[in-house]
C-alpha cells in the first residue's frame, strides 16, 4: 500500500516523530516556532488530503489563511502523532478515526461558513458585537497557486509574530 499519493506528494512517516509535550497554542509561539510548525502542520495535511480523498468543502487549499482551520487541523494532527506512535495503545487508530468523522462535519461546517473553495477564498468573516468596529474585510481573491500562496503566508506569519514580540 503506497501512502505516498501525487508523484509531487512527499511520503509522511507514521512513526518516529516526538510528540510535544503539550498541546500546540498558536497564540504562544515565536516567529521561528510558528514557522516550523506550520510547514510540519502543511506536510501532515497534503497527506491527510491524498491519504482520505479530502475534498476542499473539507479541507480547501488556503486552509492556511483560516485560524478555526489551523486549530482544527493542528489538533488533529496532535491527535493522529498520539495515535500512530510505537507506544500507543493498538486501539488509537480506531479512536482517531472515530474522532476524525466528528472533525470532518465541523470543517465542513467551517469551510461552509468562511467560504474558502478550491479556486476562490476570502478572509473568514466576523460579526461584531454591539459597540464594536466592523473588522475590515478583505474581498475575495483567486487562489491560482497554493504552494506560493501558502509560501507568502509563511512570510508574512513571520512578521507579524516577529514584530509583535
Known amino acids: 500500500m503506497s501512502l505516498t499519493g501525487p508523484a509531487t506528494h512527499r511520503e509522511f512517516p507514521a512513526g518516529g ?6 498541546p500546540i ?5 515565536s516567529a521561528d516556532e510558528a514557522r516550523s510548525e506550520l510547514l ?3 506536510r501532515w495535511v497534503t497527506f491527510l488530503r491524498v491519504a482520505y480523498g479530502l475534498p476542499p468543502t473539507i479541507v ?18 496532535l491527535h493522529w502523532l498520539n495515535s500512530y506512535h510505537p507506544d500507543a495503545p493498538l486501539s488509537a487508530p480506531n479512536h482517531w478515526h472515530q474522532d476524525f468523522a466528528a472533525a470532518r462535519v465541523r470543517l465542513r461546517e467551517w469551510v461552509a461558513t468562511n467560504g474558502a473553495r478550491l479556486d476562490r477564498d476570502r478572509p473568514t468573516r466576523v460579526t461584531p458585537w454591539p459597540g464594536e468596529r466592523p473588522a475590515a474585510v478583505g474581498g475575495e481573491v483567486e ?22 514580540s
Open 143 to 164: 487562489v491560482v497557486d497554493r504552494a506560493e500562496d501558502f509560501r507568502r503566508f509563511l512570510e508574512e506569519d513571520f512578521e507579524k509574530r516577529r514584530n509583535r
Open 60 to 77: 480547501p487549499p488556503s486552509w492556511h489563511r483560516h485560524d478555526e482551520l489551523i486549530w482544527e487541523l493542528s489538533a488533529l494532527h
Open 25 to 29: 497554542n498558536w497564540l504562544l509561539l
Open 17 to 22: 516523530r516526538d510528540i510535544p509535550d503539550s
Open 40 to 42: 510540519d502542520l502543511d
